[in-house]
């Protein structure tokens, strides 16, 4: 079983920063994407950022030249640097993985970290 642990959320003025973080545990001998998803109330969840185990990312046009994800491959973890906060940035931010632990991909959810930004 593979399990995700999220942290660095909390409650941040606009114009701040904060970093989450997402490690991933278990039988794992792969992952292949980490994304990071966000949902504020009353409202859809959406991809944020995706990073691939090559490296490559993408944003969502709202957090592009602010947000910036990352990954550690070796510990399995994957972060989301987030600059200059605006208050429509406050949601409950999850990681999503892509695990192999055998021959098939399997995804994972992380159980979810608030971010809030006051005006």
């Known amino acids: 079983q593979v399990q995700l642990v999220e942290s660095g959320g909390g409650l941040v003025q606009v114009g701040g920063s904060l970093r989450l973080s997402c490690a991933a545990s278990g039988s794992i001998f792969s992952i292949n994407v980490m994304d990071w998803y966000r949902q504020a109330p009353g409202r859809q969840r959406e991809l944020v950022a995706s990073?691939?185990?090559?490296?490559?990312?993408n944003y969502a046009d709202s957090v592009k030249g602010r947000f910036t994800i990352s990954r550690d491959n070796a510990k399995n973890t994957v972060y989301l640097q987030m600059n200059s906060l605006k208050p429509e940035d406050t949601a409950v931010y999850y990681c999503y993985i892509q695990a192999r632990l055998g021959l098939v991909p399997h995804s994972y959810w992380g159980q979810g970290t608030q971010v809030t930004v006051s005006s």
């Open positions: 990073i691939t185990s090559g490296g490559n990312t």
